[in-house]
């Protein structure tokens, strides 16, 4: 079963969400903004990517640059800890859409980053 981590109001998350349907697989759509992702599902989501917690932070968002951005420009180096507690209070500053297949996962952007982790 392929999941994938969706927002609605993103183009690139529901054109991921248009690849999968016309898929042959098995795929879930999870609109994590309903139902929120916590620190451990983060850190596992993490792990499959390959990736540092930063790297999954949208750093464009409007809630990032509101409120965490003046910080990280004055030098104020945020822990993965901290960065992990951020996007579990704020899901918006997530990197979206996150697809995963098995123990493959990638964030589908461009979407056609998916076909990196569905078979044809």
Same mark, same amino acid.
């Given at each position: 079963m392929?999941?994938? %981590? *969706?927002?609605p109001?993103s !183009?690139? =998350?529901?054109?991921?969400?248009e690849?999968?349907?016309t =898929?042959k *697989?098995d795929?879930?759509?999870?609109? %994590? /903004?309903?139902? !929120?992702?916590?620190k451990?599902?983060? /850190?596992?989501?993490?792990?499959?990517?390959?990736i540092? !917690?930063?790297?999954?932070?949208?750093?464009? =968002?409007?809630?990032?640059?509101?409120?965490?951005? *003046?910080? *990280? /420009?004055?030098?104020?180096?945020f822990n993965?800890?901290?960065?992990?507690?951020l996007?579990?209070?704020y899901?918006?500053?997530?990197?979206?859409?996150i697809i995963i297949?098995g123990?493959?996962?990638?964030?589908g952007? !461009?979407?056609?980053?998916?076909?990196?982790?569905?078979p044809d």
């Amino acid at each position: 079963m392929i999941v994938i %981590y *969706h927002n609605p109001d993103s !183009p690139n =998350s529901n054109k991921c969400l248009e690849i999968l349907e016309t =898929s042959k *697989h098995d795929q879930e759509a999870i609109k %994590y /903004q309903d139902k !929120p992702l916590d620190k451990i599902k983060l /850190q596992k989501i993490i792990k499959l990517l390959k990736i540092n !917690p930063e790297e999954l932070i949208r750093k464009e =968002s409007k809630v990032w640059k509101e409120n965490f951005d *003046h910080l *990280h /420009q004055d030098n104020h180096k945020f822990n993965n800890e901290e960065l992990l507690d951020l996007m579990v209070e704020y899901q918006e500053i997530i990197e979206r859409p996150i697809i995963i297949n098995g123990e493959k996962a990638v964030i589908g952007k !461009p979407a056609k980053r998916i076909f990196d982790i569905i078979p044809d």
